[in-house]
C-alpha cells in the first residue's frame, strides 16, 4: 500500500527504524484495523485545540523515536477532561521526555511532539504481536493482555500467512480463552472483531516483510457486536530497511 511504503520511506530517509504511533496507526488503519480517532500535535495550545476536536476525554502520548515504551518514561497521560489538563499534561510529558533522557545521557527528540488520542472505553485487553525469526519467518503471537502474557505466559504463536481457521484456532486455544466466552456474569466478547484484527495484521505483514517487530498492545475487545479498538501499536523495521547503500 502506498501509505505504508511512504512511511517506511520517511522512516529510512531519517535513519530510524522505529515507526512513531501515529504513523503505525495510519497504516493500521489503511489495512482496514480499528484504532481510535488521533491527530499529532507540537505544542500544548495545538495539543489543546485538536483534542477539543476530537473530543473529550483524550490521551496524550510522546512520540519520539528515541521512545519505544511511552510509559516508562511518563510519557502518556490518559482521561484528560478538558483543554487545560491537555495543556498541562503535554508540559509534563516533555518534562518527563527530557528527564527520561537526562538520566540515560541521551538527548530525546521532542520534535514530533505527540498525539492526541480519543480515549477508547475500558475493554478486554488483548495483544497481537509479530515476531520474526531468521529460521522460520515471521509468526503472529495472541495472548490476553497484563498478567496473563506478564506472568503466565498465556501466549500462542502462528506463522504468516494464516487462515482464518488458524486465527480462530488461536482465540481458542490460549488457556484463558474462556474470559473471552463471558464468565461471571459478562457479556462475550467481539470474537469476530478479534479474527479480523488478527487477518488484517497477518496481511500488512506478508506485504511488508521488512517490518521485524510489531505489537498492537493492548488491544481493547468489546462486548459481541461492539467490536475493538487497537489502542497502541508499534512497529519496528530491519535495520536493513534504514540502511542506505
Ligand atoms: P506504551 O505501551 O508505549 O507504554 P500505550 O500507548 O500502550 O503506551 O499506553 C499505556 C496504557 O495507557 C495502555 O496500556 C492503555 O491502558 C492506556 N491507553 C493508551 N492509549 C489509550 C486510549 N486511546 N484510550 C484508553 N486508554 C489508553
Ligand atoms: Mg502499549
Redesign the pocket.
Known amino acids: 500500500m502506498k501509505i505504508t511504503k511512504k512511511i517506511f520511506e520517511t522512516a529510512a530517509n531519517e535513519g530510524r527504524t522505529f515507526i512513531l ?1 501515529n504513523e503505525a496507526k495510519e497504516i493500521l488503519k489503511a489495512y482496514g484495523l480499528p484504532v ?1 480517532p488521533y491527530d499529532t500535535a507540537c505544542t500544548a495550545e495545538e495539543a489543546a485545540s485538536k483534542a477539543r476536536k476530537i473530543g473529550f476525554p483524550v ?1 496524550l ?1 510522546i512520540l519520539s523515536k528515541d521512545i ?5 518514561a511518563g ?2 497521560k ?1 482521561n484528560l477532561r478538558d483543554e487545560e489538563a491537555v495543556k498541562r499534561a503535554f508540559v509534563e510529558i516533555m518534562d518527563n521526555a527530557r528527564n527520561y533522557g537526562a538520566q540515560r545521557g541521551i538527548q530525546v527528540d521532542l520534535s514530533r511532539g505527540v498525539l492526541i ?4 472505553e ?1 475493554g478486554t ?1 488483548v495483544i497481537v504481536g509479530v515476531t520474526k525469526d531468521a529460521q522460520f519467518g515471521h509468526a503472529i503471537m495472541f495472548g490476553l ?1 497484563g498478567i496473563f502474557v506478564e506472568v503466565l505466559r498465556d501466549v500462542t504463536f502462528r506463522l504468516i500467512p494464516l487462515t482464518e481457521t488458524d486465527a480462530r484456532e488461536m482465540i481458542y486455544e490460549i488457556k484463558a480463552s474462556k474470559i473471552l466466552e463471558g464468565v461471571r456474569g459478562q457479556p462475550p466478547r467481539d470474537t469476530e472483531s478479534l479474527v479480523r484484527v488478527i487477518m488484517a495484521v497477518s496481511k500488512l505483514i506478508e506485504e511488508n516483510q521488512q517490518i521485524s517487530e510489531l505489537d498492537c ?2 488491544v ?1 475487545l468489546y462486548e459481541r457486536g461492539k467490536g475493538a479498538l487497537v ?2 501499536a ?1 512497529i519496528i523495521l530491519e535495520p536493513s530497511a534504514v540502511t542506505h547503500t
Not at 519505544?68 to 516508562?72: C, E, F, L, Q
Not at 488520542?117 to 477508547?120: I, L, Q, V
Request: aromatic content about 8%; hydrophobic content about 35%.
Open positions: 504511533e481510535p490521551v502520548k519505544v515504551h511511552k510509559s516508562d510519557g502518556v490518559i488520542s480519543s480515549f477508547a475500558m485487553e493482555g498492545n493492548p481493547f489502542v497502541d508499534r
